[in-house]
């Protein structure tokens, strides 16, 4: 099945900074790939999401990347303020006939320094 | 308020006992995901129903089942509960079109004593 990587664990940058997290997968089928973010005690939430068809897609200081070739994709946070903090999903799914569960990565616990 | 609604927000519960986590889905999305939350595991991909029928299965144990009713509202049951099954259970629904984005429920808490 599908495997997902992320880097990093946890990533600690200064208010104002740019912050970026970076996933992997194993599947080349995969066609879809969200990012999450997740408050303590609280559900996951999508952020952005973009199709294998697209290379990069922006939402105000939000924007993802993805490498079908070398199969990654990324997330850039710019301009980083305290209500960033939080745990980073980054996932891809493979839709077949209608069946398609995400696979997560394991997470980024990213920390925004005053 | 993501319009997928969880019944219960935690439940305690001792070793060997059987529970059911309940879920019901956005208005209109067909499909229903559960998902387990761990610190060790991560989140991981139960098992999703699509209008009533099983669609796919993840890493969900054989102790573990869930079901899709009619009226579109699921149910995960959990046996013979074990230390480790203490996690965070999600549901999330979507419209199953090609690459649509799934929403999450605000969880169940387990925790197994």
């Known amino acids: 099945g599908e ?4 880097h990093p664990s946890t990533l600690s940058v200064q208010e104002g900074d740019s912050a970026v ?12 790939f969200p990012w999450y973010k997740q408050e303590l005690g609280k559900r996951p939430q999508l952020i952005i999401d973009i199709r ?9 200081r939000i924007a993802v990347t993805l490498n079908k070739t070398a199969k990654h994709f990324s ?33 980024t616990h990213l920390i925004i320094q005053p | 308020d ?11 519960t001792a070793t060997g006992q059987r529970v059911t986590l309940r879920c019901s889905p956005r208005s209109g999305d067909l499909s229903v995901y559960w998902y387990q939350q761990s ?18 299965k993840g890493n969900i144990l054989e102790r573990f089942s869930a079901q899709q009713f009619p009226d579109l509202h699921s149910e995960l049951n959990l046996s013979s509960l074990e230390l480790g099954d203490s ?13 649509t984005e799934a929403f999450f429920g605000q969880g169940t808490r387990l925790t197994v004593v």
Not at chain 2, 2 to 12: A, D, N, Y
């Open chain 1, 21 to 32: 997290i970076k996933c992997t997968y194993s599947d080349s089928a995969s066609n879809y």
């Open chain 1, 75 to 107: 997330l850039h946070i710019t301009e980083t303020q305290p209500e960033d903090s939080a745990v980073y999903f980054c996932a891809a799914r493979i839709e077949r006939g209608g069946a398609d569960g995400l696979t997560f990565g394991k997470g």
């Open chain 1, 3 to 6: 495997n997902v990587e992320q």
């Open chain 2, 2 to 12: 993501s319009g997928v609604t969880q019944t219960p927000k935690h439940l305690i």
């Open chain 1, 52 to 60: 294998s068809n697209v290379g990069e897609k922006k939402d105000q």
């Open chain 2, 87 to 99: 996690a965070l259970y999600f549901c999330a629904s979507s419209v199953v079109v090609p690459n």
């Open chain 2, 39 to 56: 610190l060790d595991q991560g989140l991981q991909f139960l098992i999703q129903y699509y209008n009533g029928e099983e669609r796919a």
